[in-house]
Nanobody
Framework: QVQLVESGGGLVQAGGSLTLSCAAS????????IGWFRQAPGKEREGVSC????????VYADSAKGRFTISRDKVKSTVYLQMHSLKPDDTAVYYC???????????????????WGQGTQVTVSS
């Protein structure tokens, strides 16, 4: 079955960096889009970024552009989210998602994606 295991969260000071990993298994990696959402306390889950694995096409939310980079390692079936210049507003639980590539794969709308990881906490202190 599909499994997504996130790692790499933690506590970092404002301006620092973290890299999140999402190790995927149970499906054909090339045929899927994988990405990240986040949910801060008291807020709705919001899309951050995603990557279409077969050709590495990427999508970023405005909040992530210029600071976050998504990439994938096909050999390891892992997707990474490098986060730089972190701000306290980036504090959230970050969730990895995966879904077969469909017509709305780039939408970063929660209802577009079927499979989800358990989440990893990112805390940015001021």
């Amino acid at each position: 079955q599909v499994q997504l295991v996130e790692s790499g969260g933690g506590l970092v000071q404002a301006g620092g960096s973290l890299t999140l990993s999402c190790a995927a298994s149970g499906f054909n990696f090339d045929n899927y889009v994988i990405g990240w959402f986040r949910q801060a306390p008291g807020k709705e889950r919001e899309g951050v970024s995603c990557i279409r694995n077969r050709d590495s096409t990427t999508v970023y939310a405005d909040s992530a552009k210029g600071r976050f980079t998504i990439s994938r390692d096909k050999v390891k079936s892992t997707v990474y989210l490098q986060m730089h210049s972190l701000k306290p507003d980036d504090t959230a639980v970050y969730y990895c998602f995966a879904d077969p590539v469909g017509s709305d794969w780039y939408s970063l709308k929660e209802h577009s994606y079927e499979y989800w990881g358990q989440g990893t906490q990112v805390t940015v202190s001021s």
